[in-house]
């Protein structure tokens, strides 16, 4: 078994090297603007509209302390008569289990346009 790894690994590896340099030096005779006109997406589809609602929650709003104070900002609205306390409390849990209930509070307070995407001004509504 051991002489299998020590010649069998280093040829494997040395084979995917050559076979991927020998791709990336193949000239298309299509460009690149031809294959994206020519794939049958809508221009409008390929265009960047912001991250998605579950990655706004867990990596802007969550993974941040001043992503977590925007995020209670932003409760002030839904949330009346309670206390502070309450509020941070809630914020902190829903940021700590991460789950379903956090994209759903996303959504229903940053994405005003209910397209599943948080673009630049639905992001600066809050700050």
Same mark, same amino acid.
């Given at each position: 078994?051991? +002489?299998?790894?020590?010649?069998?690994?280093? +040829?494997?590896?040395?084979?995917?090297?050559?076979?991927?340099?020998?791709?990336?030096?193949?000239? @298309?005779?299509? @460009?690149?603007?031809?294959? +994206?006109?020519?794939?049958?997406?809508?221009?409008?589809?390929?265009?960047? @509209?912001?991250? @998605?609602?579950?990655?706004? =929650?867990?990596?802007?709003?969550?993974?941040?302390?001043?992503?977590?104070?925007?995020?209670?900002? =932003?409760?002030?609205?839904?949330?009346?008569?309670?206390?502070?306390? +309450?509020?941070? !409390?809630?914020?902190?849990?829903?940021?700590?289990?991460?789950?379903?209930?956090? !994209?759903?509070?996303?959504? /229903?307070?940053?994405?005003?346009?209910?397209?599943?995407?948080?673009?630049?001004? /639905?992001? /600066?509504?809050?700050?």
């Amino acid at each position: 078994m051991a +002489m299998l790894n020590s010649g069998f690994i280093p +040829m494997l590896i040395l084979a995917l090297l050559v076979v991927t340099v020998a791709g990336r030096a193949l000239k @298309s005779n299509v @460009s690149g603007e031809e294959l +994206m006109q020519n794939d049958g997406v809508d221009r409008s589809l390929r265009e960047y @509209s912001g991250p @998605s609602v579950h990655h706004f =929650a867990r990596h802007s709003l969550c993974n941040h302390r001043f992503g977590k104070v925007r995020f209670y900002r =932003a409760l002030q609205k839904h949330f009346h008569n309670i206390s502070d306390d +309450m509020k941070i !409390t809630f914020v902190l849990d829903i940021c700590k289990r991460r789950d379903h209930m956090l !994209t759903k509070w996303v959504q /229903e307070i940053f994405d005003k346009d209910g397209d599943g995407y948080i673009t630049h001004f /639905e992001r /600066e509504i809050f700050r």
